[in-house]
């Protein structure tokens, strides 16, 4: 996306990479790189990249949360594909924090337990999509236990790659 582009124009072109199915660190990072490459194809004859931003990775651990081998797989693999953005565009990506980028663009946190238990993307979703996604139609699945349709595990993900962009757009953004 052009480095001026207009991030409300991000629900047009939002999606993600599946990985769940793939088994292996470099067949998910192969499958990555097609995924990049395709997209890369596909928006070629309408914008030229000028700028990336990623998602810092995690710097700490949280109580209860994902282990040092989880932390440093997702280091490990944020890094390779980091390595294969900068090749395929010759862009070097800039990393931004996803609580830093949340308060840039205004959206309000609290702390989870002051929020019943909703964590900062629970938080993020549910303020952007009164505001920028007002009227969007998440995928959905039945939560059988709770008898509800709760918004698909990715759809999280998604806004918060608006909120980097969004983040990103305004400045932030630091090199590695």
């Avoid at 996306?1 to 990479?17: E, F, V, W």
């Avoid at 989870?112 to 993307?121: D, I, L, M, R």
Wanted: net charge positive; charged share 25%; with cysteine.
């Amino acid at each position: 996306m052009r480095c001026d582009a207009d991030p409300r124009s991000y629900p047009l072109a939002k999606g993600h990479i599946d990985l769940r199915d793939i088994k292996g660190f470099w067949k998910k990072v192969a499958f990555v790189e097609k995924a990049i490459k395709e997209l890369l194809e596909l928006h070629q004859a309408f914008n030229v990249v000028d700028k990336l931003f990623l998602e810092e990775p995690l710097k700490k651990f949280a109580r209860g949360k994902s282990s040092a081998a989880t932390l440093t797989l997702l280091a490990r693999f944020n890094s390779t594909v980091s390595y294969i953005l900068l090749q395929l565009t010759g862009v070097e990506p800039l990393y931004i924090d996803a609580t830093e980028a949340r308060r840039k663009i205004g959206v309000p946190l609290i702390s989870t337990k002051k929020a019943s238990g909703k964590n900062q993307k629970v938080q993020t979703f549910e303020f952007l999509s009164k505001t920028v996604f007002k009227g969007e139609m998440w995928p959905t699945y039945h939560h059988r236990r709770k008898n509800v349709y709760t918004v698909k595990f990715f759809v999280y993900d998604e806004v918060d790659s608006y909120v980097i962009l969004s983040a990103g757009l305004m400045g932030l953004g630091n090199s590695a």
